[in-house]
């Protein structure tokens, strides 16, 4: 890495400093991380492990619940080990490279999310809005499409951040104001014209986040105009009651995400507040989501609780 006035070119590492502020306190705020990495890890690997294993979770909704839990783990194993390292240790130098990859899982992951949360919509619409073809529609060859589907599109449109950020050689600085290494964070940094890289940034954020929480509008839309003609009120509270869990994941997931998208581009909010609700962004939907569907579901409670105690399946 060679430095010319203050610049850096082609840099071969970079450095984390956490959160910027709150220095002095990094090392407690890290247990709090901790507790919440421990939770998604252990929510979603019983989900993993339920949702084979019950017979009668082997529909599209939970499938594509199982997909979540899958994508909230690589969230959690992208992000937890090098912002504690920060947080705990002071391991704060980073390759370039590396970063660019940590910067690649995050955002795909984000992306595959979003994605499957859209599938979810789809899945309840199907169900309440036209029951008699749910089963003929969302068949399983159609879910691995969907599933694909989704992945590649998020690995494809992000997969072109860090090429682009690759191809710039000067940096006015290697130190990354953050806790793990986001796209923003990182084209802050150069010292070259980067607006390729933020008009791709924000072409990304609309054509996966944008795209997927207008659908997600108009499939409630027509989830609710269809509850509300239902003619028996038994009737009209069941058929709710089967969209609340995905309702609250939903909107936990795009309200972070869009406060923490346009606080970092047009938000003049402190920098260690960014941090802080751009990390809680990443980390609680992942805590939360087999809270918010183990409560909701009786099947994957009682699975729980067998492997909790020890108890062998009485109900097979």
């Not at 979603?44 to 019950?54: H, K, R, S, T």
């Not at 986001?182 to 084209?187: C, F, G, Q």
């Not at 995905?246 to 260690?272: D, K, N, Q, T």
Request: charge should be neutral; glycine fraction near 4%; charged fraction near 10%.
């Amino acid at each position: 890495m060679e430095s010319t006035n203050m610049s850096y070119l082609n840099p071969k590492t970079v450095i984390l400093i956490g959160i910027p502020g709150l220095e002095h306190v990094q090392f407690w705020i890290g247990f709090p991380f901790l507790g919440l990495c421990l939770v998604s890890l252990l929510g979603n690997i019983f989900l993993l492990i339920i949702i084979p294993m019950e017979r009668s979770l082997h529909q599209p909704m939970y499938i594509f619940l199982a997909v979540l839990a899958a994508t909230d783990l690589g969230l959690c194993v992208a992000i937890a080990p090098k912002m504690l390292a920060i947080f705990w240790f002071g391991s704060c130098s980073m390759a370039f490279d590396a970063c660019l990859t940590q910067l690649f899982f995050i955002h795909a992951l984000q992306g595959m999310e979003s994605g499957i949360l859209l599938a979810m919509a789809f899945d309840r619409y199907v169900a309440i809005c036209n029951p008699l073809r749910h089963t003929s529609i969302l068949t399983p060859f159609f879910l691995v499409q969907l599933v694909l589907m989704v992945a590649i599109r998020a690995t494809v449109l992000v997969g072109i951040l860090p090429i682009l950020l690759k191809r710039l050689q000067l940096f006015q600085s290697v130190v990354i104001v953050h806790s793990y290494c986001e796209h923003m964070a990182v084209v802050k940094l150069a010292a070259e014209d980067v607006h390729i890289n933020k008009s791709y940034g924000l072409f990304v954020a609309f054509a996966i986040l944008g795209f997927d929480v207008i659908f997600v509008f108009i499939s409630y839309i027509l989830i609710f105009q269809a509850v509300f003609h239902l003619p028996q009120k038994e009737a009209r509270l069941k058929a709710f009651n089967t969209c609340t869990a995905h309702i609250f994941v939903f909107l936990e997931f795009y309200i972070l995400a869009f406060f923490s998208f346009f606080s970092h581009r047009f938000g003049h909010v402190s920098p260690y507040v960014h941090i802080l609700l751009s990390t809680i962004y990443l980390l609680v939907p992942p805590a939360l989501n087999p809270i918010v569907y183990g409560v909701k579901t009786k099947e994957i409670r009682r699975r729980v609780e067998q492997i909790c105690t020890l108890k062998p399946d009485t109900q097979e």
